[in-house]
Structure formats: structure tokens, C-alpha cells
């Protein structure tokens, strides 16, 4: 296949993560496709979004749609990433030439995997038990799977891959759509409330069986790995797309 995609990496993956970024690659060169990323991508503003900043947030709308305008296609492994630039961005883009392109071409990896690859099969092995969280953003902005509180079926989207990969036995959560707490700035101005929905998910997952925690946004699991590491609760957390690369569960 002959494509060539922009690679879009969140603030918190490049400095924090990287190898789900190299993960993120690995996946898109799997399928034949030829990946850059450009040196000149800054954040994508949703921090200062997020906190009524949008003086501040606006320049870097303005950046991703010159970095990132003359791609194909652009993937981010970051459902809250990519949902900021297609629902939130209008506020600072919108009526700019281009601006409706670079919305409809621009896909979490799941969904570029599922709806615009549209693969049918994986080649690789995960003998674990997987609990699969899905973030907010993903899921009622993306609609990358069913919310329980709307009254619709959606294929989901992350769980659609994860059936694919051989000897994965994905878990049964009793909330399987209920959100972490991070939120972002809010796990800043509200620790305590923060803390308290992490826990909650991390109850469920543990009285699931879960193994490995996995989702399409690592600030969710990054969030989550904090509490598991200072519970030292038996856990391992990985981005799917590290899943999806074949590689090894390590703490």
C-alpha cells in the first residue's frame, strides 16, 4: 500500500513514552505505509483548551494545520488528541481553507486501523489478560465504541484489534465505560476526586482478573499506573498500539 501518513505524538508520549510512539510506528510500517514525523509538531493545545486558555491554545491550532496539512493522512496514538482537533479546533480554525480536510484525514490509531485500513486479521501472540479502558474522549467524542448512556451500538473499535490477536483473553468489566478521573487539569485542581475514580477503575479491573491494562490513550493509563505503582497492585499497564507491536509485558 502506497500511503504516506504524518505521525502526530501527544506532549506526554514524547517525553514520557516514547516507545509508544516507536510502538505507534512499527504498526503503521507493519501495513506497508510509509510514516513521517515531522520535527516541527508542537502540542496540539488541549491542555490550554481544557482550562479556558484559548489565547494560547489557538497559535498551536494554527501549527498542527501547517505541520501537518499536506499529509494524506494524520494518526495520533491519542483518542484526546485527535478529538480536539476534530471538535475543538473549529473554534479557532473554522472557515480557514483546508481546515475541513485536515479534520476528516486526521484518525486515532484505532480507527485508522479499523475504518480506513479496515484490516481484518493480526499476525501475533498476547497470552495475558487483558482489561481494556476506554477513554472519554474516544469514546463520546470519537465514538469509538458504545457510551452506555446513549442509546446506540457502535463497533468498538479498540476491542475489534484486541480480537484479533491470538491468546488474548479479554476481560468483563462491570463499568466498562466509566471514566478514570484524569481528565487532564483536572486531576491538578480535584486530586482527591481524581484519585478516587482511578481507584474505582482499578477495583473493577482487579476484581475482573485483569493482567494487563491497556487503552488508545496513554494519559489515561499514565494516570492509572501512578495509582498502581504507589499500591503496587499487580497490574501491567500498555498502549494498545504496544500491544499491537508484539511487545512483552514489563512493569
Do not use: W
Request: with cysteine.
Amino acid at each position: 500500500m502506497s500511503m504516506r501518513v504524518g505521525l502526530f505524538i501527544p506532549c506526554y508520549v514524547d517525553q514520557v513514552y516514547p516507545d509508544v510512539g516507536m510502538a505507534t510506528v512499527e504498526v503503521l510500517e507493519q501495513q506497508g505505509l510509509e510514516v513521517d514525523f515531522p520535527s516541527a509538531q508542537t502540542c496540539c493545545g488541549q491542555p490550554m483548551a481544557n482550562t479556558g486558555c484559548n489565547d494560547d491554545a489557538k497559535p498551536l491550532a494554527v501549527k498542527f494545520m501547517e505541520v501537518f496539512k499536506d499529509y494524506e493522512y494524520v494518526v495520533a496514538p491519542s483518542g484526546s488528541c485527535v478529538a480536539m482537533v476534530r471538535h475543538h479546533y473549529e473554534e479557532f480554525l473554522g472557515g480557514v481553507p483546508g481546515f475541513e480536510e485536515l479534520k476528516s484525514k486526521t484518525f486515532e490509531l484505532c480507527e485508522f486501523l479499523t475504518d480506513v485500513l479496515k484490516i481484518e486479521s493480526l499476525d501475533l501472540s498476547f497470552p495475558h489478560k487483558v482489561g481494556l479502558h476506554q477513554s472519554c474522549h474516544g469514546l463520546r467524542e470519537l465514538r469509538m465504541g458504545s457510551a452506555s448512556e446513549l442509546m446506540s451500538e457502535t463497533v468498538n473499535k479498540p476491542k475489534q484489534l484486541l480480537e484479533m490477536v491470538s491468546d488474548l483473553e479479554l476481560v468483563d468489566l462491570s463499568r466498562p465505560d466509566e471514566c478514570c478521573g484524569f481528565g487532564g487539569t483536572f486531576a491538578v485542581s480535584e486530586e482527591a476526586v481524581s484519585c478516587m475514580m482511578g481507584d474505582d477503575r482499578i477495583a473493577d479491573h482487579e476484581e475482573s482478573g485483569t493482567s494487563v491494562m491497556t487503552a488508545a490513550d496513554m494519559s489515561c493509563l499514565m494516570h492509572l499506573q501512578g495509582l498502581i505503582d504507589r499500591q503496587k497492585k499487580p497490574i501491567h499497564v500498555m498502549h494498545i498500539a504496544q500491544i499491537l507491536a508484539g511487545r512483552e509485558v514489563t512493569k
